[in-house]
């Protein structure tokens, strides 16, 4: 009896090795809930093909993620590089390491405003999310057309910060004139006619703003789980770019729960196309307009080549040609 509980107990011991040994390495990603946002969402589907488990979690936006890598409870994160740079500067420890989408919002006035360029936005209020790529756009686009702007009266745009969620029904109710908007919620303001198009905002020293996948330091540093977590991503942004129907259904049925339709897919996709790439260049030139309109409240800005960080993304690329 003693010999057999011995082989049973050694048998069991095992299989406990082995069963540690092959688990899954846990990747915890912090996500945003945006149409050009659902390859990195993809990435927990296509995970355990790199021994991986993604472990996804929903923010309102981008700068509410910053509290959770300094705590560490989010190893990476999807990101507008505007609030990448505004965590940096402050002291997060993060690097980015690869871009997954361009573009994404657009300027939506209301239908009923007569609105029909950014120079009629004068004496007008517009609305925008505090602390995201529309911030920076918004600001860029106004001090083009020469117009002074404000959070308080007094100057030719007042700015009203409100969620992304709230912008769409507020333009709705005729609470602001215009928005400046991220997709799917911009296009969705078009094809329900109650907002039009003024404009994409692209036509700044920005140009279009680059979504940053951003990991902590200490995951970085973690060179094997973080190999594998950047082939993962190329990966699952491949196969959106690869095979839109698949984008498609993903986005619609798993991330909005069918609360989007398919022209509101196609429509942000079309001005949000996803992407691998990310440069020093683009974040500095960022963090610069950032500085010019006080957006994100720099008073340490970070330099771009100190904590951009491609290496792992162009192995990754070059693996998978």
């Known amino acids: 009896m003693k010999s057999l509980l011995r082989h049973l107990t050694v048998a069991t011991l095992a299989v406990l090795a082995a069963t540690s040994a092959d688990a899954a390495d846990k990747v915890r990603l912090a996500n945003l809930k945006f149409a050009h946002y659902g390859a990195i969402s993809y990435m927990k589907e ?157 036509d700044t020293p920005l140009g279009m703003p680059v979504r940053s996948l951003v990991f902590s330091e200490e995951f970085y540093n973690k060179r094997d789980v973080a190999e594998r977590t950047m082939k993962l991503f190329v990966e699952a942004t491949k196969t959106f770019i690869d095979k839109p129907d698949l984008a498609e259904k993903y986005v619609i049925s798993d991330m909005f729960k069918g609360q989007i339709t398919e022209q509101d897919f196609k429509d942000a996709i079309d001005n949000s196309p996803y992407s691998y790439e990310i440069s020093a260049d683009h974040v500095q030139i960022t963090t610069d307009l950032m500085m010019k309109y006080g957006v994100g409240k720099l008073s340490n800005p970070p330099k771009a080549t100190e904590w951009v960080k491609t290496d792992l993304l162009d192995d990754a690329l070059k693996a998978g040609n």
């Open 46 to 202: 296509l995970a355990p093909k790199y021994n991986l488990e993604v472990e996804e979690r929903f923010f309102a936006k981008g700068i509410d993620i910053l509290p959770a890598i300094v705590a560490g409870e989010v190893d990476i994160a999807a990101s507008a590089v505007d609030g990448a740079i505004a965590g940096r500067a402050r002291g997060v420890p993060i690097y980015a390491v690869a871009g997954f989408a361009k573009g994404g919002a657009r300027i939506v006035a209301g239908t009923k405003t007569g609105i029909k360029s950014i120079g009629d936005f004068k004496g007008k209020k517009v609305g925008v999310a505090r602390g995201g790529a529309q911030e920076l756009l918004l600001l860029a686009e106004l001090d083009k057309a020469g117009l002074t702007f404000s959070e308080k009266p007094g100057k030719d745009v007042q700015i009203v910060y409100m969620a992304f969620a709230d912008l769409n029904q507020a333009v709705m109710a005729g609470d602001i004139d215009a928005m400046c908007q991220s997709e799917p919620q911009a296009s969705q303001a078009i094809n329900k006619q109650f907002g039009v198009e003024i404009l994409k905002p692209y």
